[in-house]
């Protein structure tokens, strides 16, 4: 697998880069503008441009863009929905100008609306939004955690959009938090076979782009997105060594978005990179 971290871009991408690589990254993930907003921020080719050659030079590929939390797809209010359709393809767009391969999302929250009308609707907008994606560039849907009645908290229902949109630039992100979350036991190697042999029926492994590597407190089925460090929650040290270890995930990439400062970005993806070392 390719290994990657979540860098904060407001110091500059030379100094998001440079974190990237002491930490022993070769991928990397960013948010292109101020995830709180629904402003997206204008394309700067030069910036671009000399973001994409400092990866380069450094080896780090893929780069991933995450999403605002703000973006909504479910949504049955107007303003919401066309400031979430707004902000995905503002990050395709920059994606494209960047060369950047994955814009990863969160789907939203039905609310109160029939889970079948909502579906209906995140359907109905990402075929809008797909339509402006260019080539080279992946939109890949992360499962949610499971709380309330956000979208996408399964296996079965990431495969249902997938299957429902058929696009070949559609992917799916699988964030082993939210899966536990969700009820996924992943901390042993059954667990993680049980989970990956779903994910190969529900959805296909050739959808499945990459993985957000985070352990978590959250009690199996426990609903709630929080994230830990590596090997000191309840996946373990078993369940990431199960999922290096896997196959048919060797060539995927997975980025970590575990708590703290760069020094625990250090130390989470060097235990990552240690279990990985230990399983070829």
Request: aromatic fraction near 6%; hydrophobic fraction near 40%; proline fraction near 4%.
């Amino acid at each position: 697998m390719r290994i990657g971290i979540h860098v904060r871009v407001s110091g500059g991408y030379a100094k998001a880069v440079e974190h990237a690589r002491a930490a022993g990254c070769d991928a990397i993930q960013i948010f292109s503008s101020n995830p709180r907003s629904y402003r997206p921020s204008k394309i700067d080719r030069p910036a671009l441009d000399a973001f994409l050659a400092l990866r380069r030079e450094a080896g780090i590929d893929p780069c991933v863009i995450h999403t605002p939390y703000l973006i909504n797809l479910a949504s049955d209010d107007p303003k919401v929905l066309e400031g979430s359709k707004t902000l995905l393809k503002a990050d395709l767009a920059t994606a494209a100008a960047g060369e950047m391969r994955y814009v990863n999302t969160h789907l939203g929250s039905y609310g109160k609306r029939d889970r079948r009308e909502g579906f209906a609707g995140i359907v109905t907008a990402l075929e809008e939004v797909l339509g402006t994606i260019e080539p080279g560039v992946f939109l890949v849907l992360e499962n949610s955690a499971g709380a309330g009645n956000l979208a996408g908290g399964t296996l079965e229902e990431l495969g249902e959009f997938v299957a429902a949109l058929d696009h070949p630039q559609l992917g799916v992100c699988l964030d082993t938090a939210h899966a536990w979350a969700a009820g996924y036991e992943i901390n042993s190697a059954e667990g993680v076979k049980r989970f990956i042999d779903e994910a190969e029926t529900k959805i296909g492994l050739n959808r499945l782009h990459m993985f957000h590597f985070n352990d978590t407190e959250v009690p199996l089925g426990g609903s709630r997105d929080r994230h830990w460090h590596i090997g000191e929650g309840a996946i373990g040290f078993e369940g990431f060594r199960a999922l290096l270890a896997h196959e048919d995930l060797r060539e995927k990439t997975a980025i970590l978005e575990t708590p703290g400062e760069d020094t625990d970005d250090v130390r989470n993806v060097q235990t990552i990179l240690t279990i990985a070392k230990a399983v070829k």
